[in-house]
């Protein structure tokens, strides 16, 4: 601007277009979940804002379920390879003591119950009679062992009270 036009610096608000901008990401992120095979459901597109369950999940993304189970099968073998040449190498370069098998490689299910979802079930079996502590604890947490499980189960009885033997004691009928 050249000094001697008396001209000022002219004052311009450029319009944020966060409502295009926000359905062309939209738009885009479908686009490729559609083209991967998924179902738009399954990166939180198509959704009403309620939060829903894995069964409906499992349910309403049919689509995106058989993709992933796909998707394992072929990564499965692969993998497998791939994690026995490290265990060969690492037995052949750092002179492991280990003997080399080639491992099983599994995909989990791949979709996992909320807390709340598991916690509202629990309940629901312990109110109906329907399910030991023990196997509370072994819901609760599937990858503990039979040990880590019958340890909890013995602080969860001594806690509530539930170990202590019957005062009464049984009464001759």
Do not use: C
Not at 13 to 39: G, K, L, P
Not at 80 to 103: C, K, N, Y
């Amino acid at each position: 601007m050249p000094p001697n036009e008396g001209v000022g610096i002219t004052l311009n608000q450029f319009d944020i277009r966060v409502e295009e901008h926000s359905r062309t990401a939209e738009a885009i992120m479908r686009q490729a979940a559609q083209a991967a095979d998924y179902s738009p459901q399954s990166f939180g597109l198509d959704d009403e804002g309620q939060p829903v369950t894995a069964t409906e999940v499992d349910s309403r993304d049919p689509r995106s379920m058989v993709t992933r189970r796909k998707k394992a099968g072929y990564w499965r073998h692969p993998i497998a390879d791939m994690l026995h040449v490290m265990l060969l190498l690492d037995a052949q370069l750092f002179e492991s003591r280990i003997t080399p098998d080639r491992p099983r490689v599994e995909f989990g299910d791949g979709i996992a119950e909320s807390a709340e979802q598991t916690a509202i079930t629990l309940d629901l079996l312990n109110r109906a009679g329907a399910v030991s502590t023990a196997t509370k604890v072994k819901i609760l947490n599937p990858s503990w062992d039979d040990t880590a499980v019958q340890a909890e189960v013995a602080a969860i009885l001594a806690e509530t009270g539930a170990a202590a033997p019957d005062p009464v004691g049984s009464f001759p009928t």
